[in-house]
């Protein structure tokens, strides 16, 4: 069934308004004055195909939780009993009343989320876009130059390496046929731990020889057992016998996969998990999905941001990219800034600049490419500040739908920043006042302005 309807509340003898507890001036007060909440309610109709069962809860509580979250960098959990003690999170969200108890169960974040899709998302995205041009954050005219640029979203798995896979996929598959009530010839519960363990100890020493020899007698024992289950796959129960056939497929992948390999599984829990180089000399690898992310040239608001499974070529990716700038903006970019990854990635109608961009150059335009890099410390801020760092979301969709929210949360980090400095302006104007003959204060009030 549909959301429930957005009734208006009357007065309560007893109880006094949320808008006349807080202050009207905090920061987050007047971001919500500042979102246009209703084009959730008719955007996100759509998503609820039944007419039947108990209406679902507002789509404002749900888009304000989610906005909260990625905001302040903060679990399904930790959102929602936030939420209970914090007034100005409530009137954020839409009540009208101090509640003392959690609106949804945290679990409800994960059903919403699938159920709005990367579509519903967007429209996420798409309004601190507007709430950062209707808070003076950028200016409609900076929308007509981006920059685009690639980085890595890091999945929440252990570091893989072939000890610990091959071990976690055998203990999975004994405990599956321990569930199934079938008997293995034997388990390796003794052997296979220890052979991992000395596996660890061999390549910190750096005794590689001895290394290998015992990696190969693991994957004698997990064949084993991949082999008898394979044998009394048949004998399974059938609500135990998907799960079993899918794990035995990943053992078979861990089995036959070679060092040099590419789309090796890295992990049995998201095998959507791809190894991915940077360049980083700190990291030179990491495991995730690579992101997009376009921001506007001046001010690094996020204009764009999708996940890239399959790790494509960034030069292959732009055309997208700038498709979903023109989607969530309701505007096309006339100047792309990127790095040399994106070379032989033209789009037709707008120009594409580098750093070895050499045809008609001038002054403005060379200050603009070494602008470029102005798009490092926001993904920077996106990972510290933010849940970019590390996605705890399942599969692919729950990649697309972090690197949304992940976006969603920089706005409002930006948009909040900006309101907090124009308060600070008002504070200073109002209560002090500089000498004529002192010029570091004077100095000091045009920085805030």
Same mark, same amino acid.
């Given at each position: 069934?549909?959301?429930?309807?957005?009734?208006?509340?009357?007065?309560?003898?007893?109880?006094?308004?949320?808008?006349?507890?807080?202050?009207?001036?905090?920061?987050?007060?007047?971001?919500?004055?500042?979102?246009?909440?209703? +084009?959730?309610?008719?955007?996100?109709?759509?998503?609820?195909?039944?007419?039947?069962?108990?209406?679902?809860?507002?789509?404002?509580?749900?888009?304000?939780?989610?906005?909260?979250?990625?905001?302040?960098? /903060?679990?399904?959990?930790?959102?929602?009993?936030?939420? +209970?003690?914090?007034?100005?999170?409530?009137?954020?969200?839409?009540?009208?009343?101090?509640?003392?108890?959690?609106?949804?169960?945290?679990?409800?974040?994960?059903?919403?989320?699938?159920?709005?899709?990367?579509?519903?998302?967007?429209?996420?995205?798409?309004?601190?876009?507007?709430?950062?041009? /209707?808070?003076?954050?950028?200016?409609?005219?900076?929308?007509?130059?981006?920059?685009?640029?690639?980085?890595?979203?890091?999945?929440?798995?252990?570091?893989?390496?072939?000890?610990?896979?091959?071990?976690?996929?055998?203990?999975?598959?004994?405990?599956?046929?321990?569930? *199934?009530?079938?008997?293995?010839?034997?388990?390796?519960?003794?052997?296979?731990?220890?052979?991992?363990?000395?596996?660890?100890?061999?390549?910190?020493?750096?005794?590689?020889?001895?290394?290998?020899?015992?990696?190969?007698?693991?994957?004698?024992?997990?064949?084993? +057992?991949?082999?008898?289950?394979?044998?009394?796959?048949?004998?399974?129960?059938?609500?135990?016998?998907?799960?079993? *056939?899918?794990?035995?497929?990943?053992?078979?992948?861990?089995?036959?996969?070679?060092?040099?390999?590419?789309?090796?599984?890295?992990?049995?829990?998201?095998?959507?998990?791809?190894?991915?180089?940077?360049?980083?000399?700190?990291?030179?690898?990491?495991?995730?999905?690579?992101?997009?992310?376009?921001?506007?040239?001046?001010?690094?608001?996020?204009?764009?941001?999708?996940?890239?499974?399959?790790?494509?070529?960034?030069?292959?990716?732009?055309?997208?990219?700038?498709?979903?700038?023109?989607?969530?903006?309701?505007?096309?970019?006339?100047?792309?800034?990127?790095?040399?990854?994106?070379?032989?990635?033209?789009?037709?109608?707008?120009?594409?600049?580098?750093?070895?961009?050499?045809?008609?150059?001038?002054?403005?335009?060379?200050?603009?490419?070494?602008?470029?890099?102005?798009?490092?410390?926001?993904?920077?801020?996106?990972?510290?500040?933010?849940?970019?760092?590390?996605?705890?979301?399942?599969?692919?969709?729950?990649?697309?739908?972090?690197?949304? /929210?992940?976006?969603?949360?920089?706005? /409002?980090?930006?948009?909040?920043?900006?309101?907090?400095?124009?308060?600070?302006?008002?504070?200073?104007?109002?209560?002090?006042?500089?000498?004529?003959?002192?010029?570091?204060?004077?100095?000091?009030?045009?920085?805030?302005?």
């Amino acid at each position: 069934m549909g959301p429930k309807p957005n009734v208006p509340k009357s007065d309560d003898l007893f109880r006094q308004r949320l808008e006349d507890l807080v202050n009207s001036t905090h920061p987050l007060v007047q971001l919500t004055r500042h979102i246009d909440w209703s +084009v959730f309610e008719h955007e996100w109709m759509g998503f609820f195909p039944s007419q039947r069962g108990r209406p679902a809860v507002a789509p404002r509580l749900v888009a304000g939780l989610l906005y909260l979250q990625h905001t302040f960098a /903060l679990s399904d959990e930790e959102v929602v009993w936030r939420w +209970v003690e914090n007034p100005y999170w409530q009137l954020f969200c839409g009540e009208t009343w101090f509640q003392h108890h959690p609106p949804i169960d945290p679990s409800s974040l994960t059903r919403w989320r699938q159920r709005i899709g990367a579509e519903g998302m967007q429209w996420l995205l798409a309004q601190t876009i507007c709430a950062a041009a /209707l808070a003076k954050v950028i200016r409609w005219q900076s929308l007509n130059k981006v920059i685009v640029d690639s980085t890595v979203q890091e999945k929440a798995i252990a570091y893989p390496t072939d000890s610990k896979l091959l071990n976690r996929g055998r203990e999975h598959l004994v405990k599956l046929v321990t569930d *199934a009530g079938l008997t293995l010839r034997q388990n390796y519960n003794r052997e296979a731990p220890k052979l991992a363990v000395k596996i660890a100890r061999y390549a910190h020493a750096k005794q590689y020889k001895r290394m290998r020899s015992h990696l190969k007698k693991l994957k004698t024992l997990v064949g084993r +057992v991949w082999r008898d289950v394979s044998r009394q796959l048949a004998r399974v129960p059938e609500h135990l016998k998907p799960k079993v *056939a899918d794990l035995l497929y990943k053992v078979e992948r861990l089995l036959k996969q070679q060092p040099k390999d590419s789309h090796k599984l890295y992990s049995l829990h998201a095998p959507e998990v791809e190894c991915i180089g940077k360049g980083k000399a700190r990291q030179p690898y990491e495991f995730g999905v690579k992101v997009s992310v376009a921001t506007t040239h001046r001010r690094g608001l996020v204009v764009g941001m999708r996940s890239l499974p399959g790790n494509p070529y960034d030069g292959h990716t732009l055309h997208a990219a700038l498709e979903q700038v023109k989607n969530l903006t309701k505007q096309q970019p006339k100047e792309v800034f990127v790095d040399l990854g994106y070379r032989g990635g033209a789009t037709p109608g707008i120009k594409v600049y580098h750093r070895k961009f050499k045809r008609g150059i001038t002054a403005r335009l060379r200050r603009d490419i070494r602008r470029r890099s102005a798009i490092e410390p926001a993904i920077g801020h996106m990972k510290n500040d933010g849940r970019l760092r590390r996605n705890w979301l399942k599969g692919t969709q729950g990649d697309a739908f972090h690197a949304l /929210l992940c976006g969603c949360g920089h706005n /409002l980090r930006m948009i909040l920043r900006k309101l907090r400095l124009f308060l600070a302006l008002i504070f200073v104007r109002l209560h002090w006042q500089p000498a004529d003959d002192d010029k570091t204060n004077q100095h000091l009030t045009a920085a805030y302005a």
